[in-house]
């Protein structure tokens, strides 16, 4: 009895068309590997089918194989067969195909290079479970990300598969997996440890409603505290004892207890650190003082959580690996599990794979971890190149049973030419030590591709021309592709762009400025930027202002933003006519405000709820619109640009000043509630 998949060679069964409709209409996939004169009769009218991947046709010359194999069950035999018929059919993902029907009773680990479809592979392996494992609903399966961001992603694609499904077959078992889905938890690891120390936390002095905060000012005030209480007992001037002032001993301290958050050591790891040994006796003082205080700080942090009932974002392995250390973890009521699948599992730090093994050793829940150790980008954070060792090692000693092991490796995304540049410069590393490289990628994609490594070692000037000089050269390159397909009546999509990747969020900054002075519109994304975005700064002016309406400071705020766009030199000047912060410059504000319904604002936020106000400010006032005519004024001040030039860099402005609005908006109505 088939559940899932066919995978089929025979020709004579491959000719009987009305029984390949009958699967394919039960949601049945059918992979087919038949001559071409067989694929193109069963190609015929079932292209439905085809585009949502239910039929997948591999043309290989008849040599009369009739290889039949129900929901990826085989024995050696078949298996060997199998792997000569895959040598056939070139466009046939063998390792894919292995790894969706592997075993559902075994954990597995993948590794798998860049574009290898490790996301399409995960996606097909949770639908081969919830098709062939008994009463297995998609809240039994789990997913750990590394980013909120590939949480959304990863949640999407699957409600996109199950979708694609019921508007195929229109089944209405799809129909309760996609309502699973959205319970399906897939979470960060921070987010899963949130989860469980909010429900083990009181073991360890914590109560049920954990808080997450930011602890940053508390931090530097216990290391005042403890410097005090030493420096003061043993009545020694700092500068005298480490020739250092407060202020850098103060920074030293809290780049160490970063690091030490970075790498989630343990209380215990923290004691029984090794700080090696001090250079000469003018460090000595140092090294005793850093070995001293850390004992310290850690006691009076955790005690200062304690009584907060709060952890911060960097403590929340850390704490729940303290859980795990009392024993006090087995306890856990919630959350039952069957499948967990981890993503990124390279950029894994021991405290991560020690709460990975720990979630699978408790609930007996099968693991599927994924990752590439040449992707690895949080070594800085304490990711670990052996993570796929140790948990390997952790599995076989907890289950009894070593876990299948997979290697992807056909690259769907990047041409031949690339590949095969960086592949030498990977096996260089490999035989350095720092890395595992292992097999090389297989390039699938035939396109040309061309890739130019060029060390830096000329002025900033130079390299400045350089960079602004290429990115001209291929802006231009793909203004002429796009116009070649417009003349043909083809669409261009989203690859006709040039992106620009750097390390730091510096050096974003810093191309931007240059792509502004050679008059090229761009467009910068950086990580934790969207707080101190113009956008999200006008939206805390329009708070600032309405909650503080008697500062004069606020109010100038709210009349120099994009929600009013009015603080030009003339009022500038009759400002400093006035006594800082007097009523008479309150009054004057007040006057320039009332032609954008500042006092109706003000009634508004007292009588209504303040979230549908800010919104009905938000789109009465059109500051995204303001916002672009002050960036004109500002980069045609700068340079003279090309109209066209300028009208698109203001177009990728104003629609990045609007996303981000929105962006703010949808986490206020999630963070608050409506009073």
């Known amino acids: 009895m088939v559940s899932y998949s066919l995978l089929i060679s025979d020709s004579k069964a491959l000719r009987d068309l009305k029984n390949i409709d009958c699967l394919l209409e039960k949601g049945i996939k059918i992979l087919a590997f038949c001559d071409r004169s067989i694929g193109d009769s069963i190609k015929k009218g079932r292209d439905t089918y085809i585009k949502a ?43 894919q195909y292995l790894i969706e029907h592997a075993d559902a009773s075994n954990s597995l680990i993948v590794e798998a290079g ?26 039994d399966i789990g997913m750990i990300t590394f980013t909120n961001e590939a949480t959304q992603n990863m949640r999407h694609k699957i409600q996109e598969a199950l979708m694609i499904r019921y508007s195929t077959i229109k089944s209405p078992r799809y129909i309760r997996y996609l309502e699973d889905a959205s319970k399906m938890r897939i979470q960060t690891i921070h987010s899963y440890s949130r989860d469980f120390i909010s429900e083990l936390g009181s073991s360890i002095g914590y109560g049920r409603s954990v808080d997450l905060r930011g602890f940053n000012y508390e931090k530097r005030k216990l290391i005042h505290d403890v410097l005090n209480d030493i420096y003061l007992t043993n009545r020694r001037p700092l500068t005298t004892s480490l020739g250092l002032r407060l202020v850098d001993l103060d920074n030293i301290i809290l780049k160490f207890w970063t690091q030490l958050e970075n790498i989630a050591l343990t209380d215990n790891e923290i004691i029984a650190l090794d700080w090696g040994v001090h250079q000469d006796e003018g460090s000595k003082a140092l090294h005793q003082t850093l070995q001293s205080v850390f004992n310290e700080l850690n006691k009076r942090y955790n005690n200062l959580k304690m009584e907060k009932n709060a952890i911060a974002v960097g403590d929340i ?34 405290a991560q794979i020690k709460t990975i093994a720990w979630l699978q050793q408790v609930y007996g829940l099968k693991l599927f971890a994924v990752g590439d150790v040449k992707q690895s980008i949080y070594r800085f954070r304490g990711a670990v190149d052996t993570a796929f060792e140790k948990l390997r090692m952790s599995i076989s000693k907890h289950s009894g049973i070593p876990p299948n092991e997979y290697t992807l490796t056909k690259n769907y995304r990047t041409s031949r030419d690339i590949l095969d540049v960086l592949d030498p410069i990977f096996k260089r590393w490999e035989i350095k030590g720092y890395i595992d490289y292992g097999k090389s990628l297989e390039a699938k994609k035939n396109h040309k591709g061309n890739i130019n490594i060029k060390p ?121 006519s006035f006594q800082p912060g007097s009523e008479h410059q309150v009054e004057y504000l007040e006057t320039k405000l009332k032609s954008h319904g500042w006092d109706q604002s003000k009634r508004a936020f007292r009588l209504r709820p303040v979230l549908s106000v800010v919104r009905e400010i938000i789109d009465s006032s059109d500051p995204a619109t303001n916002y672009t005519q002050k960036r004109k004024m500002i980069l045609s001040s700068n340079k003279e640009w090309e109209p066209e030039d300028l009208n698109r860099q203001l177009t990728v402005e104003a629609n990045q000043y609007e996303a981000n609005i929105e962006k703010l908006m949808h986490r206020l109505r999630t963070s608050f509630s409506g009073q």
């Open 53 to 95: 991947k239910l039929l997948q046709i591999y043309e290989v010359p008849d040599d009369n194989s009739t290889l039949t194999i129900y929901d990826g069950k085989m024995d050696e035999l078949t298996h060997s067969r199998l792997e000569k018929l895959a040598g056939n059919a070139p466009d046939f993902n063998y390792e």
């Open 456 to 576: 830096v070692r000329k002025s900033n000037l130079i390299f400045q021309s350089e960079v602004t000089a290429f990115l001209k050269k291929a802006l231009l390159d793909i203004k002429a592709t796009a116009e070649e397909k417009e003349k043909k009546g083809e669409r261009c999509d989203a690859s006709h762009r040039v992106t620009v990747l750097t390390r730091t969020n510096s050096q974003v900054q810093r191309v931007g400025v240059w792509c502004e002075e050679a008059q090229i519109p761009c467009y910068i994304k950086q990580e934790g930027t969207f707080y101190s975005s113009q956008a999200v700064r006008d939206v805390f002016s329009l708070v600032k202002a309405h909650v503080f309406p008697t500062s004069a400071e606020h109010l100038f705020d709210l009349l120099d933003s994009s929600f009013v766009s009015g603080a030009d030199s003339e009022i500038l000047k009759k400002l400093s």
């Open 317 to 350: 392995v850390r704490e729940l690996q303290k859980i795990l250390d009392e024993g006090k973890g087995a306890t856990v009521k919630s959350h039952p599990l069957k499948y967990l699948f981890v993503d990124e599992f390279q950029d894994s730090d021991n």
């Open 114 to 139: 860049a574009g290898t479809g490790k996301t399409s592979v995960m996606i097909d392996r949770i639908l081969f479970l919830i098709h062939t494992v008994e009463s297995l609903s998609l809240e």
